[in-house]
């Protein structure tokens, strides 16, 4: 099949030009047969590579059992899934959806609904932050603190404001008696692979207990281990009350979800949200595999090692191309390096050469790699991506 014809019946929002047919380990395979190196992990989802055998058999033994019954009765792979989410977090309650946009969505009317039974006349004012990315269904759009991905689709919800962040006293400004919730990414990624401060975060945290207000942390692409930590925030010493999570939650299979505290999520009751698909059992048999191959194959423990390698070679890349690579940040295996050129032509070249790369912004590319990557894979990657620079 050519691309011409691949791309007949698509809605035009993406500029693909590649067909991948399968993958193994930490490399995809196109339409051709020929490999790739894979550094994307699918925009940071498939955290075990392409071939975990265990998670595999987890998948098809729940479609032999169960795949779909909706959320009118329970059903056991989400009944330990939760357990899983609660435990991992240290919060209370959670509700599990079909993506991170859904679940930005669902911690945005828990946040309003809490607010709205403390005073019936809140106006659910939401504090978000300048550069950040939640999603893009209209209340997660909302709270995108980028202009040109809002402004073709205004008006949005309203009440939102955007400080700066990492900047304490910008948040501190914009709090009024009506402010409900502050939303923020532990790490942002669109924005530039940005972990916060810890003089940020933690001041955020006192800022909302002093004005009771409800903090939500956006983990759905920095948690699930991709920082060395199950979520980022448990760097900081911290607890938000509501966080979101996605991406490597599910591995692939679409899986999202959102925690409270329980006096939090106590707000909702039925009526209030629902999803027919959410928390269905084939997906969260997913999320329960992946708690468990975390957990035996000791896959936290892997990104702290293995972490310190990556960044020590996006290092030596800076150190040879200082004059195109002006920075290198993030945690763990959520790492960017900052462009003097746009991303998006190194990019195409690394694609070429068969290295799969994405960007956060124009100038930014970010790497987030499975989280079984090994020395080797990150080698073959500065082999490549040297080159490319070289030549640049």
Known sequence: MD???ASKHFIHVYNRNIIFTKGEDV???????EKYLDMGAGIAVSALGYSNEE??????????????????YFNEPSIKAAGYIAQASGLDKVFFTNSGTEAIEGAIKLARKYAYLKNKESKGGIIAMNHSFHGRSMGALSVTGTKHYRKPFEPLIGGVSFAEYNNLESVKALITEDTCAVILETLQGEGGIYPASREFITGVRKLCDDHDIIMILDEIQCGMGRTGKMFAY????????IITTAKALG??????AFAARADVADAMCPGDHGTTYGGNPLATAAVCKVFEIF???????HVNEIAPYLVEKLNLLKDKYGNIVKDVRGTGLMQGIELSIPAGSIISKALEKHLVLISAGSNIIRFVPPLVVEKEHIDAMYDILGSILKDA
């Open 3 to 5: 691309l011409e014809e």
């Open 234 to 241: 448990q760097y900081y010493d911290i607890m938000p009350d």
């Open 55 to 72: 998670y595999k058999q987890g998948l098809k033994d729940q479609i032999d059992k169960l795949i779909h019954i909706s959320n009118l």
């Open 251 to 256: 591995c692939g299979v679409p899986v999202g």
């Open 295 to 301: 957990q035996k194959e000791h896959i936290l423990e």
């Open 27 to 33: 490399y995809l395979y196109d339409s051709n047969g």
